[in-house]
């Protein structure tokens, strides 16, 4: 062939293979997505006084990776977290904004609980990065719907408000007057304003008293209840603010009151701060308490593997929702057909039915969860909790009102 002809050949075939790429562009990589890893973002207090919840989010989250990573993955790929410490809105806020502009995850995890979650709400919205909300009960992460946000196995507040108030009549308990003994707090001012309303609504008299973050004097609150003549007393903070006004509560003179709880306080480490805390109740947003059933003891048997030691309190409420809510996140990828692209990961998610960590070989600890098109909330159930013998068990299923 003569030269020209070469030429002619060689400028052919560019021009074919001009058009081939034009044809079919070659579609950019998704962010958090490589050959080998699809790397997920999360947030959470790891110190201070949220740290009961992050810490935990952390730990369960790692350890339902570890397990799905050893056996292969998802898509050819491992999964990987980026976990940000956040405690107070503003590091909320920012540790979202680097991990979505800087890490570029492919999801996003609140494991912050209701002020990481309202913190973050606007931007996520904005942005339009699939966002799991484990831990916040705030409207404000949940109102306007979005249809890159989804909740998983913390209820609605008016969901938890009716449960919470239904566990004063348990057994043919019956009332005389409520004491609402609330947090100032993101979390306990929103379950507040459903219970508020939940009481009004049912005609049920009540007294209000309030404590800020951290608390360790409820001397003034209770002195009120006892004068107001209450008899059975909900409060709504930690596990900590809950055992010292239930410490202080027996010290001042408050007998067969009936306690309730809301699921921050329910935990095995509230039981030193009370002593003999049998009779008290509350709500979990699992199906049974660690060490009620073979299941549970399992998985607190990998969590304590995996820690080297178990803290104080552990495994709690957040431990197993996190380890749970991973599996849900995996399963929802795979859903995708290894189509990995946000778009296909949202419509997957959007279609779960009964996800959980069975179906990937994990340790169901948690509630299944169902979603749709016009519904991200995965769970509306909750377990009702009473210490027996200084053990909390779920005794029933509160399903949705």
């Known amino acids: 062939m003569r030269r020209g002809s070469y030429l002619r050949a060689a400028l052919a075939i560019g021009v074919v293979a001009g058009l081939a790429s034009t044809a079919a562009p070659v579609r950019a990589q998704e962010p958090g997505v490589s050959d080998t890893e699809i790397t997920i973002g999360a947030i959470g207090a790891l110190t201070g006084p949220l740290a009961f919840i992050g810490t935990p989010g952390r730990d369960g989250m790692t350890l339902a990776l570890n397990e799905i990573n050893q056996k292969g993955g998802v898509c050819g790929r491992k999964l990987k977290l980026n976990y940000e410490h956040a405690s107070t809105p503003a590091e909320s806020l920012a540790a979202v904004k680097k991990l979505v502009e800087q890490d570029k995850v492919f999801a996003l995890v609140l494991a912050s609980g209701s002020t990481g979650a309202a913190a973050a709400a606007d931007y996520v919205r904005q942005v339009g990065v699939p966002t799991y909300n484990l831990y916040g009960s705030t409207p404000i992460i949940r109102e306007p719907f979005s249809k890159n946000v989804f909740h998983g196995a913390i209820v609605p507040v008016e969901v938890a408000a009716p449960g919470l ?10 009332p005389q007057k409520i004491g609402v003994l609330a947090g100032t707090y993101a979390f306990p001012q ?4 459903a219970v508020e309303d939940h009481l009004k609504a049912q005609k049920v008299d009540y007294a209000l008293e309030k404590f800020d973050q951290s608390a360790r004097d409820f001397t003034s609150q209770l002195v009120s209840f006892g004068r107001q003549k209450v008899d059975s007393v909900l409060i709504l903070g930690s596990f900590s603010e809950a055992g010292f006004a239930i410490k202080q509560a027996r010290e001042l003179g408050m007998t067969n009151i009936r306690w309730v709880l809301d699921g921050s306080a329910v935990s095995r480490a509230i039981v030193p701060i009370i002593g003999n805390a049998d009779g008290i109740r509350g709500y979990f947003n699992n199906p049974a308490f660690p060490g009620q059933n073979d299941t549970v003891k399992e998985f607190e ?9 178990m803290p104080q309190g552990r495994p709690n409420n957040y431990d197993m929702i996190a380890y749970g809510s991973t599996y849900v996140v995996a399963e929802a990828i795979q859903g995708t057909g290894c189509q990995l692209t946000r778009d296909k990961f949202l419509a997957s998610w959007s279609s779960l039915k009964d996800a959980g ?8 600890v948690s509630f299944p969860e169902s979603f749709t098109e016009t519904d991200h909330q995965g769970n509306y159930r909750l377990g009702a ?15 949705r009102p």
């Open 301 to 309: 048997a990998r969590l304590k593997t995996f820690l080297g030691s």
């Open 385 to 399: 909790t009473v210490v027996k013998n200084g053990e909390w068990q779920v005794y029933r299923v509160i399903e």
């Open 357 to 364: 960590p069975t179906k990937m070989g994990g340790l169901d």
């Open 165 to 174: 108030i239904s566990m004063f009549y348990d057994e043919g308990h019956k």
């Open 190 to 193: 929103a379950t507040l304003k």
